[in-house]
Nanobody, 130 residues
């Protein structure tokens, strides 16, 4: 069983930055594909960034050049550094952990992130005002 605990969300103005953290309990960071998703009200979850056991980082086109996914093995924590935030980045952000696969799909934004296939955290809210 894997437990994921996100933190770091908040309210910022457009152009600001936030760093989200996801503490992983139950598995060693880097053993399986992990990703950050976001879900705006009334919309389906959207993949934002992912990193697998191969350390290859993938990003949705909407966040390339602004968001950076990284991990700290010593702290068993996954991060999402978000810079130059835009109002359209407003959403609940979730950390997810693949239950079986060490590598991530190339399609981040179009991926499916079922609870059957992934462990999910409880989420952290990000609100960006114009």
């Amino acid at each position: 069983q894997v437990y994921l605990k996100e933190s770091g969300g908040g309210s910022v103005q457009a152009g600001g930055s936030l760093r989200l953290s996801c503490v992983v309990t139950g598995y060693e960071l880097g053993s399986y594909c992990m990703a950050w998703l976001r879900q705006a009200p009334g919309k389906e979850p959207e993949g934002v960034a992912s990193i697998g056991k191969d350390a290859k980082r993938r990003y949705a086109d909407s966040v390339k050049g602004r968001f950076t996914i990284s991990g700290d093995n010593a702290k068993n924590t996954l991060y999402l550094q978000m810079d130059n935030l835009k109002p359209e980045d407003t959403a609940m952000y979730y950390c997810v952990h693949d239950k079986w696969l060490p590598l991530c799909s190339d399609d981040v934004a179009g991926g499916t992130w079922s609870h059957e296939h992934y462990y999910w955290g409880q989420g952290t809210q990000v609100t960006v005002s114009s």
